[in-house]
């Protein structure tokens, strides 16, 4: 991914990571993009405690700031990119997971509704607020959800930049634009 747009002008490029948990794609983008400000939001208090941490453990924490959000609001900057790694189990698959994510994780970090989508539309609705114009959502979404996170992009007005797999060869990451 090229750097965002106002980096690219040397000016400090506002990210937002969504849903931040420890802060590792928060703190990588911070680290792989020097000029970049990154606003790393959870709705867990105790997860961005975490993510602060680790920012201070990798030297980035100067550049980086910590929200309490349900997703995005107010207090979040206009941004070139916001990225995302919602929580997509849909609910019906909590006895499928395997022993060390279903019993260790935080709930609110897996589940994502019924279909595991719940939180991707509510992103997407959100989103534009937050956005500089020609801005960019990256987002993570699960096995098998890439029809209805395509639909969902549509019909929330997105365009769909790109769908990329993951090491499997599975669909896993979308890039949008509005």
Do not use: K
Request: charged share 20%.
């Amino acid at each position: 991914l090229a750097l965002p747009l106002a980096a690219a002008s040397g000016a400090r490029a506002p990210v937002v990571d969504v849903g931040t948990g420890r802060g590792a794609i928060a703190i990588a983008l911070a680290r792989e993009w020097p000029a970049a400000t990154v606003t790393a939001t959870d709705i867990s208090p105790a997860a961005l405690a975490v993510a602060a941490r680790n920012a201070h453990r990798h030297g980035v924490a100067e550049r980086m700031r910590f929200v309490r959000a349900d997703l995005i609001d107010s207090q979040i900057p206009r941004s070139d990119l916001i990225v995302c790694n919602p929580p997509y189990v849909p609910i019906a698959h909590r006895r499928s997971l395997q022993p060390e994510v279903g019993t260790y994780e935080p709930q609110v970090a897996l589940f994502g509704g019924a279909d595991g989508l719940e939180l991707v539309r509510r992103l997407l609705d959100m989103a534009p607020a937050c956005l500089v114009p020609g801005g960019t959502v990256i987002m993570e979404f699960g096995d098998g959800q890439e029809q209805g996170l395509l639909d969902a992009a549509r019909d929330a007005g997105w365009q769909v930049i790109s769908v990329s797999p993951d090491l499997q060869d599975i669909p896993r990451v979308a890039v949008l634009r509005r």
